[in-house]
């Protein structure tokens, strides 16, 4: 059986490494006997920067892209259009029985596209997530993928529901649990070894930490202009490390918001690698972001999250975890009420979110290659 993995930006990478080991375990244990599978790693190069790419290639330990499509930054027309030539003449030459996608990027959604129309199987992992917002991208980029998808994997219950909802077939789904857990049980250790929040001064539980690139905050000049107010505020109650992405970056500097402030207790920082990422996130007393991943994180490891958005694709970290969605007229109130209480938020950790997911992903792409 051969299989194209699709890798584009730095959410997937993380989606990508468990399959990978898994794929690795299989052929192990199945030497000879069996379906023996040989997979092609692809990145469409959506995210390039060392610190967005590479760095997380390294962290994981992953191999190498077999293809690198060099597509870049660009409109979202202009990059979907560069990933479906490039990707397409990829299919073309290697013929895979499937493409397997994750995570709602461009790249996915984009690769997804191609394979359909060429007669690929698709197999989506992440699928069946939706914050029914389209003024997203990334809701698009799950609608058309899902649509498209021969195998929907999904993370929780509440995707599982989705699907069904939009007529997909239930053959086609299969719950897995989350796939990005698989790889935060596998570094976590090494991430608390790092104790990355001393390279800014910080003492465990003692600072919050901020991530926030969505477009709908970051691309508009008076929208970052007043997060960056209520982030100076914010940083009076509890020192702040705000790991700047290259699109807040890009704006910032643009409206001329990237400076001194908050009498260095809102320190700005480069976007931190795998590990330092979530050795931080594990030791904060808080997390505040607009990611997808960072919620799904926060829940596992039981930090309580502030989302700044309407709403989110990923409802079971509000129902199960640890995450609260907030705006800029709630967030001090909201910070309040967490410094105040000493308790991190009741909750759990949702079914099937065990490290088990990659394995569990290839075992069902064997199943039903050999149907
Ligand atoms: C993309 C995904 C988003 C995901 C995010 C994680 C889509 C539609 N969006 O958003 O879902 O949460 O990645 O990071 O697929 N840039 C660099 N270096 C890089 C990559 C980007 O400087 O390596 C800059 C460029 O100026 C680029 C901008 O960031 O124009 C945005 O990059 P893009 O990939 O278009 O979207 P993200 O905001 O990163």
Same mark, same amino acid.
């Given at each position: ?295 799904? %994180?926060?829940?596992?490891?039981? #930090? @309580?999250? $502030? ?5 989110? !694709? /990923?409802? &079971? ?25 000493? %308790?991190?938020?009741?909750?759990? #950790? @949702?079914? $099937? ?5 990659? !394995? /569990?992903? &290839? ?9």
């Amino acid at each position: 059986m051969k299989l194209i993995l699709v890798a584009g930006a730095r959410p997937n990478f993380m989606k990508i490494a468990p399959l990978i080991r898994a794929i690795g375990i299989h052929n192990g244990k199945h030497k000879g006997l069996g379906t023996t599978i040989r997979s092609l790693l692809v990145h469409t190069g959506q995210h390039y920067n060392l610190e967005m790419s590479k760095a997380f290639f390294r962290n994981l330990s992953l191999p190498d892209p077999d293809i690198n499509l060099e597509v870049g930054s660009g409109s979202h027309a202009a990059q979907t259009a560069q990933i479906l030539l490039r990707f397409e003449t990829v299919c073309e030459q290697e013929a895979p029985d499937w493409v397997v996608v994750v995570g709602d990027v461009n790249s996915t959604m984009a690769s997804t596209l191609v394979a359909a129309k060429m007669g690929i199987r698709v197999a989506h992992v992440e699928a069946g997530l939706r914050s029914f917002d389209r003024s997203m991208p990334e809701e698009i980029n799950r609608l058309v993928t899902d649509a498209l998808a021969d195998l929907l994997f999904t993370p929780s219950e509440d995707a599982d529901a989705n699907l069904l909802c939009e007529g997909v077939p239930a053959s086609k789904i299969k719950r897995v649990g989350n796939i990005m857990i698989d790889t935060l049980l596998l570094h976590i250790n090494e991430a608390r070894r790092r104790k990355p929040f001393e390279q800014f001064g910080l003492m465990p539980k003692e600072y919050a930490f901020v991530t926030l690139h969505r477009p709908s905050n970051v691309d508009d000049g008076a929208s970052l202009a007043c997060i960056m107010d209520c982030l100076e505020r914010m940083s009076g109650l509890i020192p702040i490390v705000f790991a700047v992405h290259p699109r807040t970056r890009k704006n910032l500097l643009q409206h001329d918001l990237w400076k001194d402030r908050g009498k260095r207790r809102l320190i700005l920082c480069n976007p931190l690698g795998y590990h330092d990422s979530i050795g931080i996130i594990d030791q904060a007393r808080f997390v505040l972001t607009d990611s997808g991943g960072i919620q799904e %994180e926060t829940t596992f490891l039981r #930090v @309580p999250c $502030l989302t700044l958005r309407p709403n989110t !694709e /990923r409802p &079971i970290t509000i129902t199960k975890g640890t995450n609260k969605l907030t705006s800029l007229g709630t967030l001090h109130e909201d910070i309040e009420v967490i410094l105040l209480c000493g %308790e991190v938020p009741q909750g759990g #950790v @949702p079914e $099937l979110w065990d490290g088990l997911t990659g !394995e /569990r992903i &290839i075992g069902s792409l064997i199943e039903h290659h050999c149907l």
